[in-house]
Structures are given as structure tokens and as C-alpha cells.
């Protein structure tokens, strides 16, 4: 779907069912692995992935624990003013805080709720904070091609 933004999924797991929706819905112009923590370190790979399918801006979707939540941030702060910036996929990220399946993660109680907040924006961001609040975090996972629709 060319000028649709491209879509960066924090791991392998949930890449092949959002390709596969992605080719029907076509509500993005291409689905990205970004491959956990090795995302932090791409840089400019994804203008040129935006160039190639002739994408718009770029989405990120990851776990919603303070690492997957590290990982975009850290992405957008290498970039700075030299490349695309990554911004949340806020309707999946809203999905997931209202359906994700919830796992225990007491580290989460460390994590500095600031994060939530620079990510996400203030409403999600202070959902997200209570859950990291709650020593518990979401995996993206919980969201797959089922949930996605048509």
C-alpha cells in the first residue's frame, strides 16, 4: 500500500501474521521485523526500507514491558534530526492495554513510568505506568492476525 506508513514489529513471532493481514488490509505499506534490541541500532535502514515501498512515516509496535518500550525511544533518539522516527501504533498499543494477556514481571515495579509516558502519551502512558505499577507487563503478541481483522 504505497504512502501508508510501514509498520515495525519488535520481533520475529508477530511479523509473519501482520504480513499476512497487512497484504489484505492493506492499511500499511510494508510489515518490519525489528528484530528486538537490534532495532536500537538500524538508523538510516529504515528511510531506505521507506523508500523501497514507497512508505510514509513508520509505526512501531512492541512489548509492553520497559524494554520494548526502550527500544523505540532509543531508536528515535540515535536518529535525531538525520532520519525517520519511529512513532507508536497507538490503536494496536490501545488494543493491547484493553485485551493483552497480562504476565508477571516484578522488575516492572523499577521501571521509570516517565518512559510509559514518552512513548505512549499521556493516557496509555499512565495505563501503561499502573501495569508496570503492578509488577506486570503485555506481550505484543497477544495481538495477531485474528484480532486484527479485515
Avoid at 509498520?7 to 501474521?17: G, L, Q, T
Avoid at 523499577?110 to 502512558?125: I, M, Q
Avoid at 509488577?135 to 492476525?145: K, N, S, V, Y
Wanted: proline content about 6%.
Amino acid at each position: 500500500a504505497p504512502g501508508r506508513p510501514v509498520w515495525v514489529v519488535e520481533n520475529h513471532n508477530s511479523f509473519w501474521s501482520f504480513g499476512e493481514w497487512t497484504q489484505t488490509a492493506k492499511r500499511y505499506s510494508a510489515v518490519v521485523s525489528g528484530a528486538g534490541e537490534a532495532f536500537r541500532s538500524t538508523g538510516k535502514a529504515l528511510d531506505q526500507v521507506l523508500q523501497e515501498v514507497s512508505g510514509i512515516g513508520a509505526e512501531y509496535l512492541g512489548d509492553l514491558d520497559p524494554k520494548g518500550v526502550g527500544i523505540p525511544l532509543d531508536f528515535n533518539r540515535g536518529v535525531a534530526g538525520e532520519g525517520t522516527r519511529v512513532h507508536p501504533a497507538l490503536e494496536h498499543y490501545k488494543w493491547l492495554l484493553t485485551n493483552g494477556i497480562r504476565r508477571e514481571k516484578p522488575e516492572c515495579r523499577d521501571a521509570v513510568e516517565s518512559r510509559a509516558h514518552a512513548w505512549l502519551g499521556p493516557e496509555l502512558g499512565e495505563a501503561l505506568a499502573e501495569l508496570w505499577k503492578q509488577g506486570q507487563w503485555m506481550p505484543q503478541e497477544a495481538l495477531g492476525f485474528e484480532q486484527l481483522g479485515p
